[in-house]
């Protein structure tokens, strides 16, 4: 028999029963739909966060000072972690070729005031070479000054600027923070949650000032941007050399890279578009039933059809093969119906949320309709032999349906 | 042709072994026309099964053309059927989503006939039957006789050495049941074996060899004119118990 023959035929006995054939393919369809947005939204989340990295520059070390690491003995001597400093920040910047900007932070938390009004907010110590390193942009004034120096001015906020001087223009005003006053020379523009500090409520001030604000001689962590051609592994390793260095040969900062973070949350929302697809995937098993309860149904209905054609010299593998080409015809067409159906909402969510990538994964497209393929050929097995098992004379004596 | 040796066919009814047919020795040759008659419940019914390969023997011996049919695989009985037998309905059991000329054409689909091939067998076979015409009707726009005439040209496109018809006129009034009867002697002069089965005597009588069967026993085997008492069951037994 020929494949063009047996689909002919195939597509014929699913002609037969128009209305059962369509529900059962749109369940299949909704299994892909279902599989192909979900995945989508998943992975929309993943390049939305990893875009959000991006914006920070990927190019970015992160020196946080102490050291996690598990040692066989407790040492006798003390080892405390050295301070990391602002002289170590300068030094990387010195002496790292790769190293083009360096931005200290020391971070602290404080009560912000202004005339009457009051507010407990994160105050962050910085340099100038912050705003380039995190893309920041001002709504109004400078940002802090390029220098070393310890002058009590601050930068506002967007939400703190809101808060603490609604409807006025704060530039130039006072604002005490803690027990001394400074003064505001800019605010920032903006920006929302990026990822774990919220730009918006925070209050900048002179790194050195924050200091001695907060009565400290380490700093929180130093950012350092390096060139976009250059090596983030051998830069790395220089800039840990050199803090070794200063650090009396020991080494006690950590160096997480941008793309560590990056490849973390990459693998954290990849296995959430993985669920996703998993749960998605139960709806396609619940359709391949649905596709089986049609073809079992099918098959006793046409229970006389069997009987003549076993008369006509019809093979057993000739009908089982019939009704796996009608179950696996359902499958695929819902299967692609269903695949146009959430490719068509995912562009329909797009036009809506423009900024919110909704992109399906390839993989899940390609396995969408591979699965979707296979559940016909599955859940028609069973069909398929209960009607290639049929006894021919009592199928015959049937008479009617 | 068909050569029978103490064929048996015993169905379990209930956990009790019930017989259809009871040590049955036949031998039709090719190109003769025999009815089987005989009230229902005599088996007749699982006779033509049995003559047609649909259902096996449980004991004794089934030679179609010199082989032994129970030494083939349901494959090779597949095959039989396909080339060897044509089969008639009382009820026609055409696919009425198909037309008439996809009907006749379905033996040759699973065959693994070329379109072109089929179109030419397809149309010779519906002009034997004067149905031309009628070509791309499906079942339901078409009278029975109609259907009959199709289910026809179905069983005789694969060019059959055998005709099996079960009680072909059965669900016909008597004129389309003539034509039909007609039509299939018809093909019977031209060399194709035919076996009718049925119950209705104005058929029954028509054929050249007449077997009448009772309880599953050939109770009498009668050739146009002289009758031949069966050796095998004289007289008729009482019905089994």
Known sequence: ?401 | MIQLAGIQRTYTVGGRPVPALKELSLTIEAGDYVSIMGPSGSGKSTLMHLLGCLDRPTGGSYRFAGEETARMTEAGLSRLRRHQIGFVFQFFHLVPRLTAAGNVELPMVFAGILPAERRQRVWNALEKVGLTQRASHRPDQLSGGEQQRVAIARAVVMSPALLLADEPTGNLDSASGREIVNLIEGMNRQGLTLIVVTHDPRVGERARRRIHLRDGEVVADERAGSAIESPAAPGGQPSRA
Not at chain 1, 8 to 29: I, P, T
Not at chain 1, 181 to 207: K, Y
């Open chain 1, 1 to 401: 028999m020929k494949l063009a023959d047996l689909l002919h035929f195939s597509a014929g006995g699913l002609r037969g029963h128009r209305l059962r054939s369509f529900l059962s393919l749109l369940g299949v369809a909704i299994g892909v739909a279902s599989v192909v947005l979900l995945t989508s939204l998943g992975e929309g989340a993943r390049l939305y966060v990893t875009g959000e990295f991006a914006s920070l520059g990927s190019n970015l070390l992160i020196i946080i000072p102490g050291k996690t690491e598990t040692k066989g003995l407790a040492p006798l001597v003390s080892t405390a972690p050295h301070d990391l400093t602002r002289q170590d920040a300068a030094a990387l910047l010195q002496r790292v070729p790769a190293i083009r900007r360096v931005a200290p932070l020391a971070v602290g938390t404080a009560s912000a005031s202004a005339g009457e009004r009051r507010r407990e907010v994160t105050v962050v110590g910085a340099t100038r070479d912050l705003l380039e390193i995190r893309h920041l942009q001002m709504a109004s004034g400078r940002f802090l000054p390029r220098d070393a120096s310890d002058a009590a001015v601050c930068v506002l906020g967007a939400k703190v600027q809101r808060e603490l001087f609604p409807d006025q223009n704060p530039l130039g005003q006072l604002v005490r923070i803690g027990e001394w006053r400074f003064r505001v020379i800019g605010v920032i523009a903006p920006r929302g949650t990026s990822i774990g500090m919220d730009l918006d409520q925070v209050v900048e001030i002179p790194v050195a000032t924050a200091l001695r604000l907060f009565n400290r001689s380490g700093l929180f962590r130093i950012l350092a941007e390096i060139g976009a051609q250059d090596d983030l592994r051998k830069t790395e390793q220089a800039a840990l050399a050199v803090l070794r260095e200063r650090h009396a040969g020991q080494e006690d900062v950590t160096i997480i890279t941008q793309d560590a973070v990056l490849a973390t949350f990459n693998q954290i929302l990849g296995a959430l578009t993985a669920a996703l697809a998993g749960i998605a995937a139960i709806s396609l098993g619940v359709a391949g039933l649905g596709i089986m309860n049609v073809m079992l149904v099918s098959v006793s209905e046409r229970t006389r059809e069997v009987g003549l054609l076993k008369a006509i010299g019809v093979t057993y593998g000739q009908v089982v093969a019939v009704f796996l080409v009608e179950a696996a015809i359902l499958s695929t067409a819902g299967g692609s119906l269903g695949l146009v159906a959430g490719l068509g909402a995912g562009r329909f969510l797009q036009w809506l949320y423009p900024d919110f990538p909704v992109q399906p994964p390839p993989w899940a497209v390609a396995a969408a309709l591979g699965v979707s393929c296979s559940v016909g050929l599955i859940f028609g097995i069973l069909p398929a032999r209960n009607a290639a098992r049929l006894n021919p004379v009592q199928a015959l004596m049937r008479r009617k349906a």
